[in-house]
Nanobody, 127 residues
Framework: QVQLVESGGGLVQAGGSLRLSCAAS????????MGWFRQGPGKEREFVAA????????YYADSVKGRFTISRDNAKNTVYLQMNSLKPEDTAVYYC????????????????????WGQGTQVTVSS
């Protein structure tokens, strides 16, 4: 049974930081590109960041570039999202997702490319 379990969300003031984690089980983690997405109140789910299987390539939405950092630890089957300089508009439920791929060096940004999803963790940024 495949499980992606996010953690690390919470309430933070604007300008603060949070680190999200996503622990994967039931998959050969190193064979999957990983991504983070978010869905704010009344909004559609949007891409945040993605990382290739070997961590050689990372991708970011323009809205988070320079503030968020995606990383992974294949030995721990975990992907992370370090979020700094948080803004109220970052308030959303954050989801991690896994995309099975043969290519070591690339990842995808379209949500329909992903095979498995976590349940999400709430991030709330107060002004």
């Amino acid at each position: 049974q495949v499980q992606l379990v996010e953690s690390g969300g919470g309430l933070v003031q604007a300008g603060g930081s949070l680190r999200l984690s996503c622990a994967a089980s039931g998959i050969l983690f190193s064979r999957y590109g990983m991504g983070w997405f978010r869905q704010g109140p009344g909004k559609e789910r949007e891409f945040v960041a993605a990382i290739s299987r070997n961590s050689g390539s990372t991708y970011y939405a323009d809205s988070v570039k320079g503030r968020f950092t995606i990383s992974r630890d294949n030995a721990k089957n975990t992907v992370y999202l370090q979020m700094n300089s948080l803004k109220p508009e970052d308030t959303a439920v954050y989801y991690c997702a896994a995309d099975y791929r043969g290519n070591l060096y690339s990842a995808v940004v379209a949500p329909n490319e992903y095979d498995y999803w976590g349940q999400g963790t709430q991030v709330t940024v107060s002004s």
